[in-house]
């Protein structure tokens, strides 16, 4: 009756009739009550009585310090429990095992579809990048398996339609406190659209530099060079100019050399154009440019700017370097370093 007024609590006619049964109900107990007390004077045991009394009473009252009678109702509760277990626990444990194997089930199933979707989308001609892929191949797991805990509960007597309704509500509220999780999703998503990086790209995001190793609907993981992991929600990364270095397949490797005022420049430019050629990575398409940039305080210096292939940056980088610091040495070209003189006055006390 409670129940049914809790649902509906505006029909007169079933409030009428809760008052009239615990209107009732007192007056019977005012009758037990009345009772017990003549029963005691006739010595007649009254501890089935007086437990039946405690149950029946409502808020606190003396009868809760009735040893006798608590005992009796614990005992009672527990046989009526004890043979509602009973009773019932087949059908519990036969439900719990359904539930169970069908959880497995799924799971299985969530597994064969991950490969079936990764292997599609690998054998597909569209150019997916391996980020999405990554997602998709995940999504499709995700949702067999949610699909597999839907059917498991509706297997142990879960009525699925209360619950999906409970679920949309709940997620309306968590998504509007979540606001900044859902604007990741979208992130995320853009991402996963105009694929502006993919897994083992170089990039530099949010003020992070680093490999792409992997990425979710909310978050990017990023290793840097020196081996720390770094986890950036993807609201910061698609807000903010996003610099992918291995996007292109080629690379110009920018350097600068400078010699001194007395050295020959058509001869540092002979030895810098050999030593270029001489490199296997640095490409002859496009053409390396050497050319005399500025004239500084101490020295003239000369821009290198040869290309090669993204791979091989840092290789042609440092040999580069390395060679022409060597070759500057065989062939008595000075590499000059800031200096300032110094002239001491002295001054007559």
């Known amino acids: 009756m409670n129940k049914r007024l809790a649902l509906d609590s505006t029909n007169t006619g079933m409030q ?24 005691t004077r006739l010595n ?64 299985a199933l969530s597994h064969l579809a991950k490969r079936l979707v990764g292997s599609a989308l690998n054998k597909s001609r569209s150019d997916f990048s391996t980020l999405l892929k990554d997602v998709l191949t995940s999504t499709s797991g995700a949702i067999v398996m949610l699909v597999g805990i839907l059917v ?34 979208a992130a995320g998503g853009m991402i996963l659209f105009y694929r502006p990086y ?9 003020g992070a530099i680093g490999l792409v190793k992997k990425m979710s609907l ?26 992918n270095v291995t996007a292109q397949r080629t690379r110009r490797v920018d350097l600068e050399f400078g010699i001194s005022y007395s050295d020959d420049i058509e001869k540092t430019e002979r030895i810098l154009r050999e030593v270029l050629e001489s490199h296997e990575k640095v490409l002859k398409e496009p053409a390396p440019n050497i050319r005399l940039h500025n004239l500084g305080d101490s020295s003239v210096n000369f821009i290198v700017r040869p290309w090669t292939r993204t791979p091989d940056y840092w290789e042609v980088y440092w040999d580069i370097t390395r060679e022409v610091k060597m070759r500057f040495d065989r062939e008595g070209i000075s590499i000059p370093f800031p200096q300032r003189d110094v002239h001491i006055h002295q001054q007559n006390a």
């Open 44 to 107: 007649i045991d009254t501890v089935v009585y007086r437990s039946v009394l405690l149950r029946e009473s409502s808020g606190v009252s003396v009868r809760m310090f009735d040893g006798e009678a608590v005992k009796q109702t614990i005992e009672d509760s527990w046989e009526t429990v004890s043979e509602a277990a009973s009773r019932h626990l087949p059908d519990l444990l036969l439900k719990f095992l359904a539930f169970l194997l069908i959880l497995f089930v799924f799971r």
């Open 198 to 206: 993919d897994v083992d790209d170089f990039v530099e995001v949010a």
């Open 218 to 243: 909310v978050s990017t993981t990023i290793n840097t060079f020196d081996n720390q992991t770094l986890i950036i929600p993807n609201s910061k990364i698609w807000g903010d100019v996003i610099k």
């Open 16 to 39: 009428a009739a809760a008052n009239e049964i615990k209107l009732t109900n007192a007056m019977e107990v005012s009758r037990l009550e009345s009772l017990l007390k003549l029963m």
């Open 152 to 185: 498991a509960l509706s297997q142990v007597g879960v009525s699925l339609g209360p619950a999906l309704a409970g679920l949309g509500v709940a997620g309306f509220i968590v998504g509007f406190a979540l606001q900044d999780t859902l604007g990741n999703f």
